[in-house]
T-cell receptor, first 111, second 112 residues
Framework: GENVEQHPSTLSVQEGDSAVIKCTYSDSASNYFPWYKQELGKRPQLIIDIRSNVGEKKDQRIAVTLNKTAKHFSLHITETQPEDSAVYFCAVDSGYSTLTFGKGTMLLVSP | DSGVTQTPKHLITATGQRVTLRCSPRSGDLSVYWYQQSLDQGLQFLIQYYNGEERAKGNILERFSAQQFPDLHSELNLSSLELGDSALYFC???????????FGPGTRLTVT
């Protein structure tokens, strides 16, 4: 089955800095890569996604890049704010629209 | 608010018991997914239904079962509960296969 590795497991930045979270996957046939943000005790919330026919997608301060050849994709958050503090999960569509999730990255943005 | 609803929010029960978790997808969504989130296993896919039919199975134990009803709501049944079944159970829905999945607020199950 699909194997998704996510790094780092924790990330601490100062407000205004950029944050980058990286994921690698194993199945070259995977074609959908969403990112979810989960605040403590709350539901995972879809923040951005990318499909294999594009290399980069941006939405205001967040962007995702995809390298299908190397089988990795990354989440970039610019101008971080304290409210960006949360756990971020990458996921990969393993077929039939089922998602395999990474282990998560706890992002802490200090004022 | 994603539009996906789940009941109950919290459930405390004893080992050996059986519980039913309920999920209503967003209006118009045909596909429902169940996930289990625990500290040691992370977010794991359990099972998927599309328009009433089972479409895919993940790491779902034989003690667990699910179904999707004609009105598209879904239920996850957990039986012979063990301490290790304590977790957050999320339901997600999507309009069709391959679409974005939106998660419900989850049910926190505590087995004592």
């Amino acid at each position: 089955g699909e194997n998704v590795e996510q790094h780092p497991s924790t990330l601490s930045v100062q407000e205004g800095d950029s944050a980058v979270i990286k994921c690698t996957y194993s199945d070259s046939a995977s074609n959908y890569f969403p990112w979810y943000k989960q605040e403590l005790g709350k539901r995972p919330q879809l923040i951005i996604d990318i499909r294999s026919n594009v290399g980069e997608k941006k939405d205001q301060r967040i962007a995702v890049t995809l390298n299908k050849t190397a089988k990795h994709f990354s989440l970039h958050i610019t101008e971080t704010q304290p409210e960006d503090s949360a756990v971020y999960f990458c996921a990969v569509d393993s077929g039939y629209s089922t998602l395999t999730f990474g282990k998560g990255t706890m992002l802490l943005v200090s004022p | 608010d994603s539009g996906v609803t789940q009941t109950p929010k919290h459930l405390i029960t004893a080992t050996g018991q059986r519980v039913t978790l309920r999920c209503s997808p967003r209006s118009g969504d045909l596909s429902v997914y169940w996930y289990q989130q625990s500290l040691d296993q992370g977010l794991q896919f359990l099972i998927q239904y599309y328009n009433g039919e089972e479409r895919a199975k993940g790491n779902i134990l034989e003690r667990f079962s699910a179904q999707q009803f004609p009105d598209l709501h879904s239920e996850l049944n957990l039986s012979s509960l063990e301490l290790g079944d304590s977790a957050l159970y999320f339901c997600a829905s999507s309009n069709t296969l391959g679409d974005e999945q939106y998660f419900g607020p989850g049910t926190r199950l505590t087995v004592t």
